[in-house]
């Protein structure tokens, strides 16, 4: 069972930003002891037994919907997934009007994924349960950033003083945003690369230096983040070609020798593999971290899952 040394209340989770850096500490501390929790045979804990989370995804997902499953299940939770495409959802009834029907069933604890930027915001002021922003159109992936950080912190140590790159779509990327607020938080120099088109014209002021070259943004890196190009978001052609794409912004051993001698590579998946990064540092475990980001999501998202139920427990 995890200490509650530092455990601050919130009643949803939305952002990383607004977060201060103890807070953050005390969520990735929290998750260490669920990454210990779900290496032991018996995973499954009672600490949340008899609340209900609902999983409710408009987006498609693999990792986050799983992940967040699979973390309310470690915790005892009954969790059901909704099942959008079936719902009445595909009736045309309304984000606000499907909330409201779910909230009438008492959940405790409800986890969103959205197309629209401020989503789940709009839902937390609708419902009587926790809401935890599973990704909000272009805007926020909170939990997403929590677990980067933790799947660095486990291999590197303290993120103090680290320098980090994330390079690619920038400009549609949720996992972006919230990492450079986090990364910001936690004293890490951020910087963001891609071409022209996928970097949002305010990016200079998200507290990262821009660049547009790869090899000078991975320059004496400890980390290359590398996102996928989010065509569903894109309005016309941003990239000239997927080939032309990987011959300038895509990350391969030749581009990465220009970072630090041994720095990492990460991904929040899905990858395009020979577009945005190629197959072979991708699966290369000596420098890949993307089935560790994979393995610290359930832990990252046990510990928002319990903090948010504990905050609530101790507010009735
Ligand atoms: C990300 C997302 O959905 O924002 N993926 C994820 O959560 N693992 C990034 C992406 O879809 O490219």
Redesign the pocket.
């Given at each position: 069972m995890p200490s509650d040394s530092y455990f601050f209340a919130q009643p949803h989770f939305l952002r990383i930003a607004g977060l201060n850096r103890l807070e953050v500490i005390s969520l990735l501390d929290k998750a260490d002891s669920y990454v210990e929790q779900s290496r032991r045979r018996q995973k499954t804990s009672d600490r949340l037994q008899g609340l209900t989370q609902i999983n409710l995804f408009f987006?498609p997902?693999t990792?986050?919907q799983s992940s967040f499953e699979i973390a309310g299940k470690r915790l005892g939770l009954d969790v059901i997934n909704m099942p959008i495409g079936s719902s009445s959802v595909s009736k045309g009834e309304t984000l606000l009007d499907t909330a409201v029907t779910l909230n009438a069933m008492h959940p405790d604890l409800l986890v969103v994924?959205h197309g629209a930027s401020g989503a789940a915001e709009l839902l937390s002021q609708k419902v009587d349960c926790a809401v935890i922003n599973a990704?909000d159109g272009t805007h926020e992936?909170p939990t997403?950033a929590l677990l980067d950080a933790l799947a660095i912190r486990r291999t590197l140590g303290d993120l103090d003083g680290l320098r980090v790159a994330i390079c690619g779509d920038i400009a549609h990327?949720?996992?972006a945003r919230s990492n450079v607020a986090l990364l910001n938080l936690l004293n890490v120099e951020v910087r963001l690369c891609g071409p022209p088109t996928l970097l949002p014209s305010d990016a200079d002021r998200w507290g990262a230096e821009v660049f547009h070259n790869m090899d000078e943004a991975v320059a004496d890196c400890d980390v290359v983040m590398v996102?996928?190009l989010?065509s569903e978001r894109m309005d016309s052609a941003a990239i000239p070609s997927k080939r032309e794409y990987f011959r300038f912004y895509g990350l391969d051993r030749n581009r990465l020798s220009h970072a630090k001698p041994g720095a990492l590579v990460m991904h929040?998946?899905?990858m395009n593999r020979g577009v945005e990064i190629a197959s072979d540092i991708a699966d290369d475990l000596s420098i890949s971290l993307v089935t560790k980001q994979v393995e610290m999501g359930v832990a990252v998202r046990m510990a928002v899952l319990d903090m948010l139920a504990t905050a609530r427990n101790e507010a009735i």
């Open positions: 987006e997902s990792r986050t994924r990704g992936h997403q990327s949720r996992v996102l996928r989010q929040p998946g899905p």
